[in-house]
């Protein structure tokens, strides 16, 4: 059994609009429809689509804040809205524009409110507490009022109040937002290890495309509420339509050079700049080139997720 199974999930709101002076209608708006998925242990999944795809919606249903209109859902073999509760004990929850730490308290005090919450023995929250302060940097941060913390000192904050109590999994929505690029790399590096080391599951929501590159093995697209690619960010990246570039710097400078299933899209002195589809394999391209021309250096570049995913919207 997968730690996440959701099939033919769908949820359903009620929209009322006034229409007239003292009438109004209503509509029925569907967030999630059809959508299927399965997350096994351990794994690290980005979850990805534009506003109002239903990503969002999702992560509540999966967390028990919502309950699903039709379709069956199973979170840590637990009806996530029917046991809610129990499920809390098994994962955490990151919200990059909200806060779960308490604005006046010191960050040390709202760990231990949240260690009484969630029913923490005290030797394994000293454990947990010193291990996180140490890979989160948040040693001289302790004694802060949470009000005081840089936006990047609070995610890092947040981020270990949701993994004091060991959970399963960690949905993580928007956890980079605002942050520096130092702080971004930080909190990545800290996010791979907790996995490798201790086995959480990661479901990574963020428009921040180099969140996923960086983090994530698997990606699931969403679009209107379902599904439309679920695979490997590799295979994803290689899609119909998208494409690779092979940059060629010659010994001197030449016209555009010509080989078989490649099109040069630029010249510039001796470099010059070779697109190909990205399923297709590099090996024969290079080869014709290297038996046509005199090499300097040559080079090869994956498409740019950004560009793959625009893509994939709007077909």
């Known amino acids: 059994m997968s730690l996440i199974e959701v099939h033919n999930l769908e949820r359903i709101f009620t929209v009322r609009k006034r229409s007239g002076r003292f009438r109004r209608t209503a509509s029925e708006v569907r967030a999630v429809h059809d959508l ?16 109002g795809a239903g990503k969002s919606t999702t992560i509540k249903m999966l967390t028990g804040i919502l309950v699903p209109t039709s379709g069956h859902l199973r979170v840590a073999g637990l009806d996530p809205s029917a046991r809610r509760t129990d499920l809390a004990r098994r994962i955490g929850v990151v919200f990059g524009q909200r806060t779960t730490l308490w604005w ?26 010193a291990e996180y302060v140490e890979l989160l940097d948040l040693g001289d941060l302790l004694d802060t009022p949470v009000r005081q913390l840089s936006l990047g000192q609070r995610m890092r904050g947040d981020i270990a109040a949701a993994l004091l109590h060991d ?14 690029v130092i702080s971004k790399g930080r909190l990545r590096e800290f996010l791979r290890t907790l996995n490798r080391e201790r086995g959480t599951t ?17 990606v699931i697209v969403i679009d209107h509420g379902t ?20 940059v060629v710097d ?25 697109s190909f589809p990205a399923h297709v394999s590099a090996a024969p391209i290079v080869a014709a080139v290297a038996a046509s021309y005199d090499l300097a250096d040559l080079s090869i570049h994956e498409p740019d997720i950004e560009d793959v995913i625009l893509d994939l919207y709007s077909r």
């Open 202 to 218: 990661l479901l990574l929501t963020t428009h921040d495309l180099q969140d996923i590159e960086a983090l994530c093995d698997r």
């Open 104 to 129: 006046d308290l010191p960050l040390r005090d709202s760990f231990e409110l949240l260690r009484k919450i969630y029913r923490v023995p005290p030797e394994r929250f000293v454990h947990n507490l």
């Open 167 to 180: 959970p399963e999994i960690l949905y993580l929505d928007e956890p980079t937002i605002g942050l520096d």
């Open 250 to 274: 010659l010994v001197d400078e030449a016209p555009a050079i010509e080989v078989a299933g490649a099109v040069t899209r630029k010249v510039e002195g001796p470099r010059q700049w070779l």
């Open 36 to 51: 299927s998925f399965q997350i096994d242990a351990g794994e690290m999944v980005g979850y990805i689509g534009p506003n």
């Open 227 to 246: 599904a439309v690619f679920d695979g490997p960010l590799s295979e994803l990246q290689r899609g119909d339509g998208s494409s690779r570039t092979l």
